[in-house]
């Protein structure tokens, strides 16, 4: 049986918190503002000029890549059991892991990286779900949570290929649901080793793929962290004074 994910909840996030997933929700809302006004959206813009759609093909071919920053991510789809249209898998690569990060299993050395997190998308372009993933699904170099989480902050896809919004919009993702994609790769971790057998070979376990998915909706996510900053404000208002007696 899967344990329960816990995800944080708005009132245990630090004002800085708040603030960052805040201004990455005014990212992703103007990337989507100028995708629309050209007819366009995320999924679109990594598919357009790519051929024919094929289950378990990366899109754009080749993955996308940013050597400055050591990120990378691709689109594909594979999920029958799930309504989505498919998903995109984010990771970092070996320049932005600890040096003293040693993988259980998987690329070593130069050749390192781990997986980040995967945005299940619908037909229209728009985010559904985030997930982790066992390591067999995208043969990552298996890290504790705690190693991928100290590294998350470091994703960045900073050119224009195969397009800036959508590269500006994967890197404002993992800024506003921080939060919700550190609780997935603890609850990663749980899972993984719940099962008493050892760790290599659950790594490697077919029949566990998904290790837990969080639903995410930006505008609902959005109005969340607005009130829980607004409540804040109000309980650090001054107390009004009273008038003097007389």
């Not at 993988?103 to 779900?129: E, K, N, Q, Y």
């Not at 470091?154 to 919009?169: C, G, L, M």
Request: charged letters at 25%.
């Amino acid at each position: 049986m899967m344990m329960e994910l816990q995800v944080p909840t708005p009132d245990t996030l630090t004002d800085a918190q708040l603030g960052t997933s805040l201004a990455a929700v005014a990212e992703i809302r103007e990337c989507y503002r100028v995708l629309a006004r050209g007819g366009l959206n995320i999924v679109g813009e990594v598919l357009r000029g790519q051929g024919p759609f094929y289950e378990l093909d990366h899109y754009p071919k080749d993955d996308v890549f940013d050597a400055d920053n050591a990120s990378q991510y691709y689109y594909h789809a594979h999920r029958d059991d799930h309504d989505e249209h498919g998903h995109f898998h984010l990771f970092l690569r070996d320049r932005s892991l600890s040096p003293q990060a040693r993988p259980v299993l998987g690329p070593t050395g130069s050749d390192r990286v781990a997986h980040v997190v995967a945005i299940a998308m619908d037909a229209w372009g728009f985010p559904t779900d985030l997930f982790a993933v066992n390591r067999w699904v995208t043969d990552e170099s298996w890290l504790p949570a705690a190693e991928v989480i100290a590294a998350v902050d470091r994703f960045q896809v900073d050119h224009a290929y195969p397009s800036w919004p959508v590269n500006r919009w994967m890197g404002a993702m993992v800024r506003c649901f921080r939060p919700q994609i550190e609780a997935l790769l603890l609850h990663r971790d749980r899972v993984v080793a719940q099962s008493g057998r050892p760790l290599a070979e659950v790594l490697e376990d077919r029949s566990l793929e998904v290790t837990g998915s969080v639903p995410v909706d930006v505008e609902a996510w959005a109005g969340t962290l607005e009130r829980e900053q607004r409540r804040r404000a109000l309980t650090r208002l001054p107390a009004p004074e009273r008038p003097l007696a007389g």
